[in-house]
């Protein structure tokens, strides 16, 4: 699972589409430039809002009549929530790692300084590890809405993910991303046909 939060307040849901457009590019290129069936990797989109916060209005300045002097009005609003994103993505094939691409190379020797891969990543774990190194540069490199902080990505994979409403794994990721789709009108907001996986034919 892909979290993606904006460094900036992103109110705009079809630039979201346009990213995550962009994020399903970087990926295939990355891992399937050749447009192989056996590496084809599951992308599902769940643009999901922050919660809303109580802000300051702009203030109005106004006359006390008692005091006879102007003093300024600090109302309150409800400001809605910016988006950000939780991508669930199928695991990329070990084939691309084992097996690399010109630009895995050179994205492996600018994660760790080695031509290959570190020979204490070379177990199944470690591979998990690799993946997720890969996936993450190449989003910070290759999106420029995609910031330099920390906090503007976070990659879990499924075998390390905690519990979420009794489930574990991917199966809590999944309980997580659909939390909020217990109707039709959420469902519509929250799930990114338009860039997801699950409802294409051509990959079903």
């Known amino acids: 699972m892909v979290t993606r939060s904006y ?28 447009g ?11 643009i999901e809002r922050h919660k809303d916060k109580l802000v300051k209005k702009q203030p109005v300045k106004v006359k006390d009549t008692f005091l006879d002097e102007w003093e300024f009005d600090w109302q309150m609003e409800v400001k809605r929530g910016g988006f950000h994103v939780h991508t669930l993505l199928s695991d990329p094939p070990d084939d691309a790692i084992w097996n690399p691409s010109k630009r895995i190379r050179d994205l492996i020797e600018r994660i760790y300084g080695l ?4 020979v204490s990543l070379r177990d199944e774990e470690g591979l998990v590890r690799v993946k997720t190194d890969l996936i993450e540069r190449a989003l910070r490199d290759r999106c420029d809405f995609v910031s330099t902080s920390h906090m503007s990505l976070d990659i879990q ?3 390390e993910y905690g519990e979420f409403d009794g489930y574990r794994g991917w199966q809590g990721q999944v309980a997580y991303v659909t939390k909020n789709m217990y109707n039709v009108d959420n469902i519509i907001e929250i799930y990114d046909s338009k ?4 409802l294409d034919i051509n990959h079903g």
């Open 115 to 118: 031509d290959e891969i570190p």
């Open 36 to 46: 192989m069936s056996d590496r084809w990797i599951q992308k599902d989109h769940f």
């Open 195 to 198: 860039n997801s996986s699950v």
């Open 157 to 159: 994979p499924s075998d």
């Open 7 to 34: 460094h900036y307040d992103q109110q705009d849901r079809e630039e979201v589409q346009k990213h995550n457009d962009r994020i399903n590019r970087v990926l295939d290129d990355l891992f399937n430039p050749r």
